[in-house]
């Protein structure tokens, strides 16, 4: 168990919709990361918060936003789904940015 | 654009072999980490490095940093089923920022 706690674990939904992913850092933790992970390919990094900023995007489209709330949790929204945005999603956190970062066991979103 | 390489992208072995993975970077890395993922789980840490030649072990695992801090190599003897997974290293810079591999998806065949 790293700490990192993400609901839900599984997602089913259809096409056009939106849904909202949370994640829980580890206790003391003040920088988060959200990853996409797609069947059988590597981590491909969304955006990164620290401390309630963000500090870092990736390929993060416009349809997905996210944010860190005061208590240190973390939101990401997808909105307008398409069938290619079926995959795991991933949050992780870190101490500070740069650190070793801990991973959450994912939530596993489809789209029919 | 990938700012590191790990190969090889695949591996494929029979328990029992010794095997070894590669991540490299043209930057010079402040940390690295290595990390294993299981199918429909996240990536677990297993190990970090700081120090240009710098060697870690880990059971039947050994990490090793490049002098230069450019690249790393993990090293697996006596592979078994349980190290099937797939093996992602992770870069840190002087400006905190940390980016992943595509990794190295290992099967190990009893």
């Known amino acids: 168990d790293s700490g990192v706690t993400q609901t839900p674990k599984h997602l089913i939904t259809a096409t056009g919709q939106r849904v909202t992913l949370r994640c829980s850092p580890r206790?003391?933790?003040?920088?988060v990361y959200w990853y996409q992970q797609s069947l059988d390919q590597g981590l491909q990094f969304l955006i990164q918060?620290?401390?309630?900023?963000?500090?870092a995007k990736g390929n993060i489209l416009e349809r997905f936003s996210a944010q860190q709330f005061p208590d240190l949790h973390s939101e990401l929204n997808l909105s307008s789904l398409e069938l290619g945005d079926s995959a795991l999603y991933f949050c992780?956190?870190?101490?500070?940015?740069?650190?070793?970062?801990?991973f959450g066991p994912g939530t596993r979103l489809t789209v029919t | 654009t990938q700012l590191l390489e790990q190969s090889p992208q695949f591996l494929s072995i029979q328990e029992g072999e010794n095997l070894t993975v590669y991540c490299n970077s043209s930057s010079v890395f402040s940390s690295l980490q290595w990390y294993r993922q299981e199918p429909g789980e996240g990536p677990v840490l297993l190990v970090t490095?700081?120090?240009?030649?710098e060697v870690k072990k880990l059971k039947r695992l050994t990490f090793q940093f490049g002098d230069a801090r450019k690249d790393s190599s993990l090293h697996i003897t006596a592979a078994q089923p349980g190290d099937t997974g797939l093996y992602l290293c992770?870069?840190?810079?002087?400006?905190?920022?940390?980016?992943f591999g595509a990794g190295t998806r290992l099967t190990v065949k009893p």
């Open positions: 992770a870069g840190g810079w002087n400006n905190n920022d940390m980016r």
């Open positions: 206790s003391g933790d003040l920088s």
């Open positions: 490095v700081v120090t240009g030649g």
């Open positions: 918060y620290y401390n309630g900023e963000e500090r």
């Open positions: 992780a956190s870190s101490v500070v940015p740069g650190y070793e970062q801990y």
